[in-house]
């Protein structure tokens, strides 16, 4: 029996005439229940239609606009730890800015064109780092570290770049901020 056929009107209807035919197997005084009863037959009874079921694919559980992003790389179960990282914001900035504030920048971080990630990864080869970047989540994992981070801004994930500092261990990851409004916050003028 599939979906559309358990939840139509006609199916509906005849499960309230069913509820409804029953007999009584206890007698009981109280109006309350009585009365709820006879409302959610009433309900029942008045549903008609069909109930649709739109999905891409039969098979799937969700749609893919309900599941938040990032939440495919979430295991909690993991026992890698998750290394020290730190967050810098960079903005590109010209004499113009600087001495005659003609571009409208000011420092925070609304204004900044770049998130720069610094993660520390101790005793890790370049070759046992795997990064993936998505618009709203950095995910990395080697064999001794995993690191799901949610960006504060989204970011373009097609332009970026990843150096590795072998000997301060660190991998600095830097990513292009992508609003929806850049192109008129920062305009030339």
Not at 49 to 64: A, L, R
Not at 100 to 127: H, N, Q, R, W
Request: glycine share 4%; net charge negative.
């Amino acid at each position: 029996m599939d979906l559309d056929s358990m939840f139509s009107g006609s199916s509906l209807q005849s499960l309230a005439r069913l509820l409804r035919d029953a007999p009584e197997e206890e007698e009981e005084d109280d109006d309350e229940q009585r009365h709820f009863i006879n409302v959610s037959l009433r309900f029942f009874s008045s549903l008609t239609g069909t109930f649709q079921v739109k999905s891409e694919n039969k098979k799937s559980i969700w749609n893919t606009e309900e599941v938040p992003e990032g939440s495919e790389f979430d295991d909690t179960w993991d026992p890698r730890e998750k290394p020290e990282y730190e967050i810098s914001f960079k903005q590109h900035v010209g004499t113009e800015d600087v001495f005659f504030g003609m571009t409208g920048k000011d420092p925070s971080t609304a204004c900044c064109e770049e998130i720069v990630i610094k993660i520390k990864l101790p005793e890790t080869k370049y070759s046992d780092i795997t990064l993936d970047i998505q618009d709203k989540v950095l995910d990395l994992r080697t064999p001794k570290n995993k690191l799901l981070l949610h960006l504060p801004y989204p970011v373009n994930s097609k332009e970026g770049r990843a150096r590795f500092l072998s000997e301060e261990e660190i991998l600095e990851v830097t990513l292009r901020v992508s609003r929806k409004l850049d192109f008129i916050n920062f305009s030339d003028g």
